[in-house]
């Protein structure tokens, strides 16, 4: 998961630079400022930066006008909601409706006015921020502070469509804490809700890369979802072990006298739709339960053979 | 500061400009460069200027043109011009006596404030100006000074791939 930065990021759009460098001085001591003098550049920008919070776009621009830029962006589902503030020397009503109409939160006239612009854009870059927090908010399980049920079904649904449509691998794996009514039972709500928070924790850290999402899926079971290539059975055995490592003490439990957990892996390279995956991610669970807990049994067939056609025994979960 | 540097060149010689365009009577020209100073001098809260800029717009584009109304526009254009440019000329000056001072080419500074303006001229980040203008102050004196500064100036104009390329050239020049 990327954290998310402090510093908010402005996208300064205009082919005069003396404009531009205007307005870069106007908000590069509270932001990270990029400068683009085309709409070129500026496409270009917003799709490959990892996060723009605001851009500030010219509308007469030689080649693409700003009107056309816009329209691009909200035509791209990685720039759709980039907030757009057009910056423009047309004072005519018609140009600002339209501009307004095709998504631009603001219309703002040049030459500009050095102290009534910043506070605009301060503004906008504040409100941004407070949406930021809110989806931020709506995304997040309360307890353990990972992604929550809602979330992981969003993103469930995207990595589904993208490996359907790309062939690229995706990975479901459900981690499930063994016994832990009977931790709650033995301990209290209190100790089983920092069980919880502490085994999140761990989960959270095997979702290193950007498009990885760990999440509560319920109860005292989470979900990691892994796209793209990856050695899953390794991965997974590390974080049982982690998990085990940790030596919460679990009287309770019949499996190791700490708390363990149970994990089932999926592995998808191709069409599949979210209830499929996680179907087999649940199956996978189930037969690492029924083998007797604290293991791990996915359907990442590449690693539980080696070369030999021969069961690889540096591999537990197998059946 | 960085604003008073872009006007001093961009419109340093406006007012000669001013003259030649009056003389060779290209009014529409005369009106284009004067639209220009007037958006621009709003960025420096200078309203006198702007007042001047957008008086003698009015006169280069009035039909017919009055010639007198027209010069004497451009003549409290070019007063009130050089009185920025002065100004900006001063900034500029106080700002630059920081590093701009340095009696000699400070090469092991060069080379690593280079190194750290390169990803961020490359990303086109903001942060590369300051970067650059620092090492333009590190090379002060030396013969790759105007390296920098045709490198702070190529990023100015938001070309990219030129103040890459002028950076790389600096880069291995100052090894």
């Keep these: ?319 | 500061m960085r604003l008073a540097r872009g006007f001093i060149r961009d419109f340093g010689d406006a007012a000669d400009r001013v003259d030649e365009m009056q003389a060779a009577g290209l009014h529409a020209e005369i009106a284009g460069l004067a639209h220009q100073v007037k958006g621009t001098s709003g960025y420096l809260a200078a309203t006198a200027l702007a007042d001047t800029a957008l008086a003698l717009e009015r006169a280069a584009k009035a039909a017919p043109v009055d010639r007198v109304a027209l010069a004497d526009a451009a003549e409290a254009f070019n007063r009130e011009l050089g009185r920025v440019l002065s100004a900006a000329a001063e900034l500029v000056a106080g700002g630059g006596s920081g590093d701009g001072a340095r009696p000699q080419a400070d090469y092991e500074r060069a080379r690593s404030l280079a190194a750290a303006a390169r990803p961020l001229v490359e990303a086109g980040n903001y942060d590369a100006v300051a970067t650059l203008e620092t090492l333009v102050g590190a090379l002060a004196g030396s013969e790759l000074q105007e390296v920098a500064e045709a490198a702070l100036e190529q990023f100015d104009e938001a070309d990219l791939s030129a103040a890459c390329a002028t950076l790389d050239r600096l880069i291995e020049g100052l090894r």
């Design chain 1, 1 to 319: 998961m990327t954290p998310i930065p402090a510093r908010q990021t402005v996208l300064v759009v205009d082919d005069d630079r003396f404009t531009r460098t205007a307005l870069a001085e106007l908000v590069h001591d509270e932001c990270n400022v990029l400068l683009a003098g085309d709409a070129t550049t500026a496409l270009w920008h917003a799709r490959s930066s990892e996060r723009i919070d605001l851009i500030l776009l010219d509308v007469e621009m030689p080649g693409e006008n700003g009107y056309e830029v816009l329209r691009q962006l909200r035509n791209d589902e990685r720039t759709a909601d980039i907030p757009v503030v057009f910056i423009t020397g047309a004072t005519d009503e018609a140009d600002e409706e339209r501009g307004l109409l095709l998504g631009a939160v603001d219309y703002v006239f040049k030459p500009i006015r050095p102290a009534i612009v910043q506070a605009r854009i301060r503004n906008h870059l504040r409100m941004i921020a407070q949406r930021r927090d809110l989806e931020q908010l709506a995304q997040r399980d309360g307890l353990t502070e990972i992604y929550n049920r809602r979330y992981f079904d969003q993103a469930l649904e995207l990595a589904c469509r993208s490996t359907s449509r790309t062939g690229e691998p995706l990975s479901l794996s459900l981690i499930d804490i063994d016994h832990f009514k009977a931790y709650n039972d033995t301990y209290g709500h209190g100790a089983g809700d920092d069980v919880l928070r502490t085994v999140a924790q761990t989960v959270a850290q095997s979702a290193r890369r950007p498009y990885d999402v760990a999440a509560r899926y319920g109860g005292e079971e989470f979900a990691l979802l892994l796209p793209g290539p990856i050695e899953l059975d390794p991965l997974l055995q590390r974080l049982r072990m982690e998990i085990a490592a940790l030596e919460i003490e679990h009287t309770g439990s019949p499996v190791l006298g700490v708390v363990t957990v149970s994990i089932g892996g999926a592995v998808a390279a191709g069409p599949v739709t979210p209830s499929e995956l996680l179907a087999r991610a649940d199956g996978m669970l189930y037969e690492a339960k029924r083998a007797g807990r604290n293991r791990t049994i996915s359907s990442d067939v590449r690693y539980r053979y080696g070369t030999d056609g021969l069961p690889d025994p540096s591999v537990d979960g197998l059946t």
